[in-house]
Nanobody, 117 residues
Framework: QVQLVESGGGLAQPGGSLRLSCTSS????????MGWYRQAPGKQRELVAR???????NYADSVKGRFTISRDNSKNTMYLQMNSLKPEDTAVYYC???????????WGQGTLVTVSS
């Protein structure tokens, strides 16, 4: 089965930066779309950013201009570059992908991002 493994979470100060990584056990080109969700304590899981095989990615309004989603096909890895971090960005961040070959929705284990001074 395809597996997604996340890394890069941790503690950052307000205004700081972190880069999250999500590595797939299979070629990420197989995915119709791939992106990041987050869930803060007491809140619903929300879409942060999503990218597709072609075209422009989508971003939540709360992160536009601060976060950038990207991929490296040679490494089967998707990234989320997070700049100008705010305390309200504190959440568990989850990697997500849809594999149309098996009609499967895939999730990583989550990585905790804490933004605090």
């Amino acid at each position: 089965q395809v597996q997604l493994v996340e890394s890069g979470g941790g503690l950052a100060q307000p205004g700081g930066s972190l880069r999250l990584s999500c590595t797939s056990s299979e070629n990420i080109f197989r995915f119709a779309h791939m992106g990041w969700y987050r869930q803060a304590p007491g809140k619903q899981r929300e879409l942060v950013a999503r990218m597709f095989r072609v075209g422009s990615p989508n971003y939540a309004d709360s992160v536009k201009g601060r976060f950038t989603i990207s991929r490296d096909n040679s490494k089967n890895t998707m990234y989320l570059q997070m700049n100008s971090l705010k305390p309200e960005d504190t959440a568990v961040y989850y990697c997500n992908a849809f594999d149309p070959s098996g009609d499967l929705e895939l999730w990583g284990q989550g990585t905790l991002v804490t933004v605090s001074s």
